[in-house]
């Protein structure tokens, strides 16, 4: 039972690249989360899908696209990676909706030069 | 939306002593209150929530204790431990939100 496994764990982009995140959760769970984490800033929701189907807008969007592949799979794809988007990014999942513990993943560290 | 508080940002105890941790909520209908703990490089992961319905939950060493009428809630570590130094999250929900509110996190050292 792997729970929600990010991939790459680490990457580093030029400016103007594209990349994609994966996360893939083995627990049945019906929503989804990224957030990205920054020194002094806490987490901060950039989409979620409630379930399967839905996607919704968080806190911190723009510049960031995602895609719900199907119930286990959610992806944050970057088309022009930008410097302020360096971060350490994190998936996690919950079994319906934001009053339910949510489960992150051990999270991606993205560095853009 | 919703909009959670969280102080103080730092906190240095000498172990063995207790660290509280409070936070704030702005929105009355928020009814789910969950506390993290992210170690050095970690993950966030769940140590404690409460619900509306429940004014005090305790699990060993932690408690958490919640004040709707003031819309503050807090955690409470006992008898602190060297691996109790980590980053505390508190957070926040309405039941009909799909997603949770963070707290900007709390930094707690334990010092031996």
């Known amino acids: 039972n792997a729970g929600v496994t990010q991939t790459p764990k680490f990457q580093v982009l030029k400016t103007g690249q594209s990349m994609t995140l994966q996360c893939a959760q083995d627990?049945?769970?019906?929503?989804m989360y990224w957030y990205r984490q920054d020194p002094g800033m806490g987490l901060r929701l950039i989409y979620y899908?409630?379930?399967?189907?839905?996607?919704d807008k968080g806190e911190v969007p723009n510049g960031y696209n995602v895609s719900r592949l199907n119930k286990r799979e959610f992806s944050l794809r970057l088309e022009s990676a930008a410097p302020s988007q360096t971060s350490v990014y994190f998936c996690?999942?919950?079994?319906?909706?934001?009053?339910?513990?949510?489960?992150f993943g051990d999270g991606t560290r993205l560095s853009i030069l | 939306g919703e909009n959670v508080e969280q102080h103080p940002s730092t906190l240095s105890v000498q172990e063995g002593d207790s660290a509280v941790i409070k936070c704030t909520y702005s929105?009355?209908?928020?009814?789910?209150f969950p506390w993290y703990k992210q170690e050095l490089g970690k993950r966030p992961q769940l140590i404690i929530d409460?619900?509306?319905?429940?004014g005090e939950k305790k699990d060993q060493r932690i408690a958490v204790t919640l004040n709707k009428t003031a819309k503050h809630f807090s955690l409470h570590i006992t008898e602190t431990q060297p691996e109790d130094s980590a980053v505390y999250f508190c957070?926040?929900?309405?039941?009909?939100?799909?997603?949770?509110?963070f707290g900007a996190g709390t930094t707690v050292t334990v010092r031996a």
């Open positions: 929105d009355s209908a928020s009814n789910y």
């Open positions: 957070a926040a929900t309405p039941s009909n939100d799909y997603k949770l509110s």
């Open positions: 627990m049945n769970h019906n929503s």
């Open positions: 899908s409630a379930s399967e189907g839905t996607t």
């Open positions: 409460i619900r509306s319905n429940v």
């Open positions: 996690a999942s919950s079994i319906f909706g934001g009053n339910q513990p949510q489960h």
